[in-house]
């Protein structure tokens, strides 16, 4: 799973990363509902990349 943050001019400012599946049923040691938090300047969108799984987003803000 990563996240990627971008600038106005799509340049990325800031990304995080979840190495491995964090699933309930998975046993890779990343517990499930894993916090993924990015912070940076002048944020005007976001992408989600999550590669051969599912992704489910609660609580997104931006502030």
Do not use: W, Y
Request: hydrophobic share 40%; charged share 15%; aromatic share 4%.
């Amino acid at each position: 799973m990563l996240l990627i943050a971008f600038d106005p001019q799509q340049r990325i400012v800031a990304q995080e990363e979840i190495a491995d599946a964090n699933l309930a049923t998975s046993k890779s040691g990343i517990n499930p509902n894993q916090l993924l938090q990015i912070e940076g300047d002048d944020i005007q969108s976001v992408k989600f990349h999550c590669l051969g799984g599912q992704l489910t987003i609660d609580q997104l803000s931006f502030q």
